[in-house]
């Protein structure tokens, strides 16, 4: 199919239903209230292609599947901008990394890789760094002695905890009422702009009255929370700031503020505000959720809990733990992960692109100002890609000697091209720690009379499963 369109007519637009014939499939299926935005744009790319094009509210919406056509497309320098959302500048009162396009953005993402290099993945201590944290969630879980509890609230601390120490230099007790506060706010921002906040975005003029809709005027206040959390931590780094010295992403961010004194630099206190948030959501959801979704599929498949457990065990040793190094010593356990995170499917549709002038996509004319969006989540359903896609098997990942194959290109979890994850490596080494370690530490089982386990997801900025309790069983 993707060849077939590959060479189409540059000057054709793309298939799709026609305004009216969308706004009917709403009226007369009411089914499609209970799907998620990507269960809707995979069934329209059954019946209309690789990449197809709807109408709503008199924006243009280009939707793509197939990783080679999503690749193609956002490796285009003309699909790299974010929409122009009035409403949401007005709510963030800045764009940070995740909104920001041009000049504003590329200074953003500058920044914040060098953050992520000098505080992350450069450091010889990050490894130890998230180990300790996970040293911290083992103890918190050990408490339950093997009782039910949800552990969405506990990996939810443990992981932003991570990118607390990275921006503000420190890591938070999990009972400190101020970083409840702080989790509260981002958690609850999560749902927010991935549910009405979200839906505004594509809505001309939604910026004149979305103030008076109780989810916009909460998302505000959530994100003042986060403003004034940051304000009181840049006042206490400003009294030692040392240029030459930066301790975390606040110094880095006010030493290029103070290189931006003469020069077009436009890094300021509104944008820091923006991208802390942004780094947050990156930096945490996506790694916290994925590892919630693999406690879930190893509650449902223990004799796979089983064979990671007993390969961790052969190669670690039961009194020590898992480093990343340990990973190409772990085939079967980095399979698990990968097989996790494709039918986990955390990040189904990502971020929306703006085609910033007339371009070219498969063959098919994309207009100026058009919305992009990638339907990621679908690459790892693909039955032409994956025998028995909706079937949880790690040995997919593996080669016939057991290996780790190489199979990079037919997952793109991270997005790709100019706007792909920041976090990527980051997030792929928190990962593996913090799973590893848990399954190294506890066996997990499904509570006795509770609900069947469902797999079905809830849609958000990230899809995460639905709430559910979990018995950490210490192996110790």
């Known amino acids: 199919m993707y060849m077939n369109i590959r060479h189409g007519n540059p000057n054709k637009l793309p298939p799709g239903p026609g305004r009216l014939s969308f706004l009917a499939d709403f009226i007369l299926r009411p089914s499609i209230f209970r799907e998620m935005p990507h269960e809707i744009f995979y069934r329209l790319y059954r019946r209309y292609g690789s990449i197809y094009i709807v109408e709503l509210f008199m924006v243009k919406l280009v939707i793509i599947h197939g990783a080679e056509l999503i690749r193609e497309a956002f490796h285009n320098k003309h699909i790299r901008d974010r929409p ?3 409403i949401l500048r007005h709510v963030l009162h800045g764009e940070g990394v995740a909104f920001a396009s041009g000049d504003a953005w590329k200074v953003q993402r500058k920044t914040a890789i060098t953050f992520m290099k000098d505080f992350g ?41 991570v990118i607390c120490k990275m921006i503000f230099g420190t890591r938070y007790d999990y009972s400190d009422p101020q970083f409840k506060q702080l989790l509260g ?54 009294r030692d700031f040392d240029p030459d010295h930066p301790r975390d992403f606040i110094d880095v961010y006010l030493r290029e503020m103070k290189s931006a004194v003469g020069n077009k630099s436009q890094a300021n206190l509104k944008d820091m505000y923006a991208t802390v948030s942004d780094l947050f959501i990156a930096g ?18 223990p004799n796979i809990q089983t064979k990671v457990q007993q390969e961790i065990d052969a190669i670690v040793g039961r009194n020590s733990y898992p480093r990343m190094s340990d990973r190409p010593k772990l085939p079967y356990t980095a399979a698990t992960i990968l097989e996790i995170m494709r039918l986990g499917n955390v990040v189904p549709l990502g971020a929306p692109h703006r085609a910033s002038q007339d371009t070219v996509i498969g063959g098919y004319h994309i207009p100026k100002g058009s919305i992009v969006f990638a339907n990621i989540g679908a690459i790892g359903l693909d039955s032409t890609v994956w025998k028995e896609p909706d079937r949880f098997n790690p040995a997919r990942f593996l080669d016939e000697s057991g290996k780790l194959a190489k199979r990079e290109d037919d997952m793109i979890p991270f997005s790709t091209g100019h706007r792909i994850c920041i976090g990527e490596q980051m997030s792929k080494t928190e990962l593996f720690i913090f799973f590893t370690r848990l399954i190294h530490r506890f066996t997990f089982r499904k509570p006795d009379h ?9 849609a958000g900025i990230t899809l995460s499963p639905l709430p559910f309790d979990i018995c950490a069983i210490p192996r110790d």
């Open 284 to 301: 945490t959801e996506a790694t916290s959720t994925t590892v919630r979704w693999g406690m879930l599929y190893m509650m449902a498949y």
């Open 450 to 458: 509770s609900p069947p386990i469902s797999f079905h997801g809830v």
């Open 121 to 161: 993945l450069n450091r010889t201590d990050f490894d130890d760094q998230i180990a300790v944290e996970a040293d911290h969630l083992v103890a918190e879980m050990s408490k339950h002695e093997g009782r039910p509890f949800s552990p969405y609230v506990l990996m939810a601390n443990a992981v932003s905890n």
């Open 84 to 86: 122009s959302v009035r």
């Open 185 to 238: 706010a981002i958690y609850r921002n999560i749902q927010l702009i991935g549910g009405v906040t979200g839906a505004l975005q594509v809505m001309p003029g939604a910026h004149l009255f979305a103030w008076l809709l109780p989810p916009v005027r909460e998302t505000g206040r959530n994100l003042q929370l986060i403003r004034d959390f940051t304000s009181k931590a840049v006042e206490d780094h400003m």
